[in-house]
């Protein structure tokens, strides 16, 4: 059985109704109806995959933006369902990545029901598929003005230190970095971000000259920090920073850990339905 976990979050109810209507239909004319429920005030994430698992559904879709998305990872706790996603915001990175830009393509995705087994991350108790960010690139360099991501990318370096794979340590002076499990971009690399290889990448950007900023920014802004000159890329399966403690780690904006914390991969733990055109 099919459930289904709508997310207004920050949209218009207008709006929210418009997209709730036409998901409806399109479930019925792809013949994959189960069972619905919103998340209200009463009702959370967490209490609607309680209920889908006690209804003993078999797959859950979570319908919103990426934040429903981590919280119904957050609420698996070791359970095994198949997981979906529709998104309800144009702007979501997960959509990308998974090759559903739209209501309309979400549904054909779960109707086609193409399953991968991927990895799963985990840091300080919360899940997630994506990436983390630290450093500079925990800005929104893509959507600051020119002048704004020059400053941002000509400041002082920092003394990261970073244990791997509990074997050894890193220290390295550099702006800031990536742990990317899958990207929203390909960047033309299936070695880096391949959330099926049971690994990690650590990527860590060294300080640029204004020549570099100029013609890396747009590269840069895409998370494709492999492609830019002395950058440091380490395969992993488990990070633990240490240093400079207090330092942000940020997943799309949002902080979710501070130095010192552990990111670790669970190779092949979720069953995920994706679309043809996602970007691993």
Request: aromatic share 8%; glycine share 6%; hydrophobic share 40%.
């Amino acid at each position: 059985m099919h459930y289904y976990i709508l997310d207004q979050h920050n949209l218009p109810m207008e709006k929210f109704e418009k997209l709730q209507t036409e998901l409806s239909g399109l479930l019925t004319e792809f013949k994959i109806s189960g069972e619905a429920a919103r998340v209200t005030p009463f009702r959370s994430v967490q209490d609607l995959v309680d209920t889908a698992s006690q209804r003993g559904a078999n797959t859950l879709v979570a319908c919103g933006n990426d934040n429903t998305f981590n919280l119904m990872l957050a609420a698996l706790k070791g359970r095994d369902f198949t997981l979906g996603f529709i998104p309800f915001d144009e702007n979501s990175n997960l959509a990308k990545i998974l090759g559903i830009e739209n209501v309309f393509l979400g549904v054909k995705t779960i109707a086609a029901r193409r399953i991968e087994k991927i990895d799963l991350a985990k840091i300080s108790g919360n899940y997630f598929i994506s990436f983390l960010e630290f450093g500079v690139m925990s800005h929104n360099i893509k959507s600051a003005s020119l002048w704004q991501s020059l400053k941002l990318l000509s400041s002082e370096a920092k003394g990261f230190t970073i244990r791997v794979d509990d074997s050894y340590n890193v220290t390295i002076n550099g702006l800031g970095g990536l742990v990317a499990n899958i990207r929203s971009t390909s960047c033309q690399s299936e070695k880096i971000a391949n959330p099926t290889d049971g690994n990690l990448d650590l990527l860590i950007m060294e300080r640029l000259s204004k020549m570099q900023i100029l013609k890396y920014r747009n590269i840069i802004s895409e998370g494709c920090l492999e492609k830019v000159p002395n950058t440091t890329v380490i395969k992993c399966k488990k990070i633990q920073f240490l240093e400079p403690r207090g330092t942000n780690l940020t997943m799309l904006g949002r902080v979710v850990a501070k130095f010192p914390s552990i990111v670790e991969i669970i190779p092949q733990r979720l069953k995920m339905i994706v679309g043809k055109n996602r970007t691993f």
